[in-house]
């Protein structure tokens, strides 16, 4: 038979047990925990466990002991104790005190101290405990409910060591040319040591109750905040996530080596957020913030809060402004402006990784910060992708943030918010910032682990139900400002994996329904070599023209159409033997743009060469040329032009608009270069 811990719970304060009693109860089962399990054991006789009930157990608690026996239910009751001595605390007005100390206090302090915390918290009744703790080096901590008294000599200490070592880093920064900066550093510390005081401060505390793989339970703390910071005895933070009635649930910043049940936990009164500054530009920076580049610390001019409101229909102004990615196939049938979210998405190894530093290179001189954020990568992968942008000029206007595969998941978890938090302090300054998230399925994947050990219940495919709601927060965080908020963008390239092409699955719909457009990618495209490997019929941009030049628009004509009627007849007339001289010319013509659009890695095109590219390949200047001869022809052309037709690339790039004027002179350039 099944007992209600709830009915247990009642039927103490029925009987309306003393503390004391209560207390004696719980001592009996820290002092012999195989107690329970005696009680417990149905080997016993049940006049030899109302023996054990009436030698160990106070009088006031034999009933209740006997019934909790033949119920089975003796593993609760200390939990019940637990729980019943909150309800006589809180009925009694009475607080909990631990005071920790090195030397015992006297009676006279001990007197004092009672008043005081009397007087602070204007309860009858106050039970002290009194602990020693060598640990604390010197003076004492005093724990009252959830506020924490601080005046030991180890925090001070602590204090004393951050601010040596900050105001000595001023000082050597200041300093650095000057032979007296040493000079100067030993000053410091001779005034610090001159002026060094027990140092306290009263703090809202708690105590881990439960800890394991990464998270910690923790008890008190009634005014958190979610997603507050909050710092463990060993100095590892951790950020609130579950707000529970009795507790709230804490994912660790870092490593939990020498916490265990009962270690103290403060909370800070900030939110979780991070250190930025221009300094950022050119570094590898972990999802703290915190370089992992080897090239030095990295001074923070400001603290931005990862998890931030996202801006307003009002602060807003519409998309209109290209943000070119070098890449043809993309440019000219599904343009992405600033201030957009476009989607890369498709299958492992198909290159949407690819398509993601394409677009970062391509931003150089273009007045584009770039973040790109790595979760759940290899480390080997991280380094691969820095070493690629540093060969090709792009870390001076890039940060990276990386969360790598064998970091625990609350680091993958922040990661992308860290990296928008950066990608939001260059957009506050009025800046235009490219973000990519590689990828959000991994980011998915760490938040339901996360979720299932905070014992969220699971949804569909185990996410937890505001799977959606992770990656909406993030995204709609990407926008372009109007002038009146600073005339910055975000723009977002969050990248999704799927399974043998399935973009019907949970996190790829979900962000699909966030998004501006997407990208699609497919194994198949990519093995039969069209490279990037992108399905004209599954990609969109619901953006559209508005972020297109005029040019550009121009130029690409009905590009989409001819490609979408290309693959159709291409189906069709696989298995004809004859064709009429229509449909063999509008198959020509598809072969030729399906080869014009393969474009090498790390290799993005310039606005006027897709331009002058396209046009020729509408207006029939490439009909003719055998594939394979293609690429070669085209970059012939460009050298061409580049020589003797300057004032035409220079036109393009400035106006960006094709005139009739300017269309005569590309034409005869091209007749010129033809003949």
Do not use: W
Not at 354 to 382: E, F, H, L, P
Not at 487 to 493: F, K, N, Q, Y
Not at 653 to 659: A, C, R, Y
């Amino acid at each position: 038979m099944k007992v209600n811990p709830k009915d247990m719970l009642k039927e103490l304060i029925r009987l309306n047990i003393s503390r004391e009693d209560t207390a004696a109860a719980k001592n009996v089962f820290t002092a012999c925990p195989d107690v329970a399990e005696t009680l417990s054991n149905p080997l016993v006789t049940y006049d030899e466990k109302n023996s054990i009930i009436k030698k160990l157990f106070p009088a006031s608690l034999e009933r209740f002991m006997m019934s909790a026996v033949r119920n089975g239910a003796v593993e609760k009751v200390k939990d019940i104790l637990e729980e019943y001595t909150d309800v006589l605390i809180e009925k009694q007005g009475s607080i909990k005190v631990v005071v920790r100390y090195v030397t015992p206090l006297t009676d006279t302090q001990q007197a004092d101290l009672k008043k005081f915390i009397m007087e602070r918290f204007v309860k009858e009744d106050v039970d002290i405990e009194y602990r020693k703790d060598p640990d604390i080096l010197g003076g004492f901590i005093l724990t009252a409910g959830d506020i924490e008294y601080d005046k030991s000599y180890r925090t001070s200490l602590r204090l004393m060591k951050d601010t040596l070592q900050s105001k000595a880093a001023e000082v050597a920064e200041n300093n650095a040319d000057k032979p007296s900066a040493k000079s100067d550093i030993i000053s410091v510390l001779k005034t610090e040591v001159k002026d060094f005081e027990v140092k306290s401060g009263a703090t809202e505390t708690g105590f881990i109750v439960r800890l394991g793989d990464g998270i910690a339970s923790v008890k008190g703390m009634n005014s958190v905040m979610y997603g507050e910071l909050v710092e463990f005895e060993t100095g590892v933070r951790g950020i609130v996530q579950n707000l529970e009635e009795k507790g709230v649930g804490v994912v660790l910043l870092g490593d939990d080596h020498g916490l265990t049940e009962g270690s103290s936990v403060v909370r800070t009164g900030k939110r979780a957020g991070i250190g930025v500054s221009d300094e950022l530009l050119g570094r590898v920076v972990d999802a703290l913030g915190s370089p992992i580049d080897g090239l030095g610390t990295i001074k923070a001019e400001d603290y931005f809060p990862i998890e931030r409101e996202a801006p307003g229909v009002i602060e807003r102004k519409p998309v209109s402004v290209p943000l070119q990615t070098g890449i043809l196939a993309i440019d000219s049938m599904f343009p992405i402006g600033r201030g957009q979210r476009e989607l890369i998405i498709g299958d492992r190894q198909t290159g949407k990784t690819s398509i993601a530093i394409d677009t970062i290179i391509n931003q150089r001189g273009q007045d584009v910060i770039c973040v790109y954020v790595a979760i759940g990568q290899k480390s080997s992968t991280v380094a691969q992708v820095v070493n690629t942008l540093k060969k090709y000029n792009a870390m001076a206007y890039t940060v990276v943030v990386s969360a790598s595969a064998s970091e625990p998941a609350p680091f993958q978890y922040i990661s992308p918010y860290s990296g928008t938090a950066i990608a939001e302090y260059f957009m506050s300054k009025g800046k235009d910032v490219l973000i990519i998230y590689d990828d959000l399925s991994k980011h998915a994947v760490a938040y339901r682990a996360m979720s299932l050990l905070l014992h969220r219940p699971p949804g569909r495919e185990a996410y937890p139900g505001d799977v959606f709601y992770l990656h909406s927060r993030l995204l709609e965080r990407s926008s372009r400002l109007d002038d009146e908020h600073g005339g910055g963008s975000l723009t977002a390239l969050p990248v999704i994996e799927t399974l043998a092409g399935d973009i019907s699955a949970y996190i790829p719909t979900n962000v699909i329904s966030i998004t501006d457009g997407q990208i699609f990618l497919e194994s198949e495209l990519f093995n039969s070599g069209l490279r990037p490997a992108v399905n004209y019929g599954l990609s969109v941009s619901r953006v559209g023209g508005a972020a297109q030049t005029k040019a550009m628009k121009k130029a690409s004509g009905n590009l989409r159409i001819d490609l979408a009627q290309f693959k159709e007849m291409e189906i069709f007339t696989q298995f004809s033997s004859e064709l009429d001289q229509s449909t063999t010319d509008l198959l020509n013509h598809g072969h030729m743009l399906t080869e014009l659009l393969k474009q090498p890695l790390y290799n993005p095109l310039p606005h006027h060469e897709q331009v002058i590219l396209l046009y020729a390949a509408q207006h029939g200047f490439f009909d003719g040329i055998p594939l394979k001869e293609l690429k070669e022809h085209c970059s012939d052309l460009m050298s061409y032009i580049r020589s003797y037709g300057q004032d035409i690339i220079t036109e393009i790039d400035e106006g960006k608009v094709l005139t009739d004027d300017l269309m005569e002179r590309i034409e005869k350039i091209l007749t010129a270069y033809e003949e």
